[in-house]
């Protein structure tokens, strides 16, 4: 497989601030813009492999971090102002604007809150297909009893702890991955009380509407052992997707090894990337 360089960028979020990115250019041919949505905390370096998989069957890829990580972290999260629908409305939304081009299909992988923020983007009519990974409403109850107290222990004790001390969530005290936002964390723990995510807020009612404007194709992929969002949690949170036509399905993670809830893109995941990248091109067809 040839070999793909990524491009360094840097786009500006609605409001300006600077988003770092990636750009992996398609190989050969391009058949369409994608760009890939991570999950909370997770930076862009996680999805590379991924990127360069696409890019070489044509695909021309773009990364980014949301304001607060990686690439786009300032010197110091203390004080830091942002939140998830900042990075929907304002990171995510900006980049959806610098990658469209008239004629060009642009699609979205997203990774757990990947799935959420393409509901909450003002400009998803851009976007002609979503694939996602291990999307969830994040609920304890929907867990598995381990994950469940693992989770209620992060809530209830050391995220406060956390938080108080640092002024952010310090996840890489835990060894969890990358610090977040105190926003972030905030309106996380808030949605996670509820069975159906933020659909269930009632200060969040205006999101519904929001999200019964996609009208784009979607498909929702959920490993057997993904203890953080299980295919009920998925079925949860997609529901929410009530007017787009959005496809359940769940992989037996026996048959990769092991998945769990950030198994997707690693390299022993190729088998999920082939039926991604599948289904953008029937797409592709279909729309052409």
Same mark, same amino acid.
């Given at each position: ?91 995510? @939304? /900006? $980049?959806? %604007?610098?990658? #469209? +081009?008239?004629?060009? &299909?642009?699609?979205? *992988?997203?990774? =757990? ?91 969040? @009612? /205006? $999101?519904? %509407?929001?999200? #019964? +404007?996609?009208?784009? &194709?979607?498909?929702? *992929?959920?490993? =057997? ?64």
């Amino acid at each position: 497989m040839t070999t793909v360089t990524s491009v360094p960028l840097t786009i500006p979020a609605r409001d300006g601030y600077p988003l770092g990115a990636l750009r992996y250019p398609a190989q050969g041919v391009e058949k369409a813009r994608l760009i890939v949505a991570a999950a909370t905390g997770v930076p862009q370096g996680f999805y590379r492999r991924f990127a360069e998989y696409a890019a070489a069957h044509g695909y021309t890829v773009t990364t980014f971090d949301y304001r607060g990580i990686g690439l786009s972290k300032p010197a110091t999260l203390d004080g830091f102002a942002g939140d998830f629908l900042d990075w929907s409305r304002l990171d995510l @939304a /900006a $980049v959806v %604007d610098a990658t #469209a +081009q008239p004629g060009v &299909p642009l699609l979205l *992988v997203g990774h =757990s809150y990947g799935g959420h923020a393409f509901g909450l983007l003002p400009n998803h009519a851009k976007v002609d297909g979503m694939y996602v990974f291990g999307t969830g409403a994040g609920w304890h109850g929907w867990m598995p009893f381990v994950e469940r107290m693992k989770v209620l222990f992060m809530w209830r004790i050391a995220g406060p702890l956390l938080t108080r001390k640092h002024g952010y969530l310090a996840w890489s005290r835990l060894g969890m991955g990358e610090d977040i936002p105190l926003g972030v964390y905030e309106q996380w723990r808030h949605w996670c009380r509820f069975p159906r995510y933020f659909f269930d807020d009632p200060k969040m @009612a /205006a $999101v519904a %509407d929001g999200f #019964a +404007q996609v009208r784009a &194709p979607i498909v929702a *992929v959920n490993a =057997s052992d993904d203890t953080w969002a299980p295919p009920a949690s998925r079925d949860a949170f997609m529901a929410g997707y009530r007017n787009a036509p959005w496809r359940a399905v769940d992989v037996d993670a026996a048959s990769l090894g092991k998945v769990g809830h950030m198994g997707y893109f690693r390299q022993q995941a190729q088998p999920l990337w082939d039926g991604a990248l599948a289904w953008f091109d029937s797409l592709r067809r279909e729309t052409a």
